[in-house]
C-alpha cells in the first residue's frame, strides 16, 4: 500500500481517495457528503434487519444468534456498524480493514483498524497465531471488488472464519424497481442503473458486478459454508409503503445522494459525460424517485 494513503484527489466537485482512483480500486467519494450519507444509511439499514436493543428488536446488531468474540468488518467505510459494534460489546475484539483510513467519529480500545485491498488476499489480515473471527461483516463492498475476485474473496472470509463462526454478507441490487408498475425503461431511474451497468462492468476501467447481490447465497455455497440462509429486502424509496413510511423517507435521502455518489466517477470518466449532462440526468432521476405514484423500491 503506498504511504499515501491518505492522499484525497477532487474528482468533479467530488472528493476521493487519490490511491484508490489512480489504480480504479474504489471509486467512491470519501467526501463529507459520502460520510452523511452513510450516516443516514446505517440507521436505516438496522431498522430494515431489525437489529438494535430497543423493544422489538433483535438485541443485537448481526443477523445469527450468536455473541461472538472477535469481529470483523470488511469495507468499514467511516465506522458506522464497527465502532457501534465495538461500544455495544466491550470485550469482543473488533477489527476493520478498508481502503481508505478514515476519520472515525469514535475509535473504542476495543477496535483496531486496518488498510487493505479486499481485491488482495486477506491472508495477511492475521498475524500467525492470532485466533479467526466468530462474526465477519461484509457489506456494500460491491463497488470495489473485482468481478473475477468475489470466489476468492468469499473463499478468503471461510478461511477466516473460527470453527462455528457465521459470515454476513449484503449488497445492493441497484436496479431500482417499482411496486406499481409505472416505472419504465425511459424513466432516469431505470437509465441510471443501465448506463450505470455498462460502466461498471466495462473492462478497461469498471469490471464490477453491479447485481453481485442475488450471487451471494451460491458464492458462499460455493465456498463450503454450511447453513447458508439467504433474503431479499425490499427497501422503499420515500412514504408510500404503509408502515414504512419512516424507513421509506429515510432511505429516499439515501438514494438521493446514491444516485451521486456510485455514479459520479465511472459516468463521467468511463462514459466520458460532462458535469453538465450527469448534474442534470441525476436531477431528473431524483425528481422520479420523490414520485410516489412510481412506488420505486431498492433490492438488499
Not at 468533479?12 to 480504479?24: L, N, W
Not at 463492498?141 to 472464519?161: A, Q, S
Not at 429516499?252 to 463521467?268: H, R, V, Y
Not at 425528481?287 to 405514484?293: F, Q, S, W
Request: some cysteine.
Amino acid at each position: 500500500m503506498s504511504i499515501d494513503e491518505r492522499a484525497l484527489v477532487e474528482v468533479e466537485e467530488r472528493v476521493f481517495q487519490h490511491y484508490s482512483v489512480a489504480h480504479r480500486i474504489y471509486c467512491v467519494p470519501v467526501d463529507d457528503d459520502e460520510e452523511n450519507r452513510l450516516d443516514i444509511q446505517y440507521p436505516i439499514m438496522k431498522t430494515l434487519f431489525g437489529w438494535g436493543f430497543n423493544e422489538g428488536q433483535s438485541g443485537r446488531l448481526w443477523f445469527p444468534p450468536i455473541t461472538p468474540r472477535t469481529v470483523l468488518d470488511c469495507g468499514y467505510g467511516f465506522g458506522n456498524w464497527a465502532i457501534e459494534v465495538a461500544q455495544s460489546y466491550p470485550t469482543c475484539q473488533v477489527r476493520g480493514v478498508d481502503i481508505y483510513p478514515a476519520d472515525l467519529a469514535a475509535e473504542p480500545t476495543n477496535l483496531t483498524l486496518q488498510v487493505h485491498n479486499l481485491n488482495r488476499s486477506l491472508d495477511d489480515i492475521l498475524e500467525p497465531g492470532e485466533p479467526k473471527f466468530h462474526l465477519i461483516n461484509s457489506s456494500f463492498v460491491g463497488p470495489g471488488i473485482h468481478r473475477g475476485r468475489w470466489p476468492y474473496y468469499v473463499h478468503d472470509l471461510k478461511k477466516l472464519t473460527a470453527r462455528g463462526g457465521w459470515v454476513q454478507m449484503m449488497e445492493y441490487s441497484y436496479f431500482i424497481q417499482s411496486d406499481s408498475g409505472l416505472l419504465t425503461p425511459q424513466h432516469a431511474l431505470s437509465q441510471w442503473y443501465a448506463y450505470y451497468y455498462q460502466a461498471m462492468t466495462m473492462a478497461n476501467g469498471g469490471d464490477r458486478d453491479p447485481a453481485i447481490g442475488g450471487q451471494l447465497r451460491q458464492l458462499m455455497t460455493n465456498a463450503g459454508f454450511s447453513n447458508v440462509q439467504g433474503q431479499t429486502y425490499s427497501l422503499p424509496i420515500g412514504g408510500w409503503r404503509e408502515g414504512m413510511e419512516r424507513i421509506g423517507r429515510d432511505n429516499l435521502d439515501n438514494i438521493e445522494e446514491l444516485l451521486n455518489s456510485q455514479a459520479i466517477w465511472p459516468f463521467t470518466q468511463l462514459l466520458g459525460w460532462s458535469k453538465a449532462t450527469f448534474d442534470a440526468f441525476t436531477a431528473r432521476a431524483m425528481v422520479e424517485a420523490r414520485d410516489a405514484t412510481l412506488k420505486p423500491y431498492i433490492r438488499v
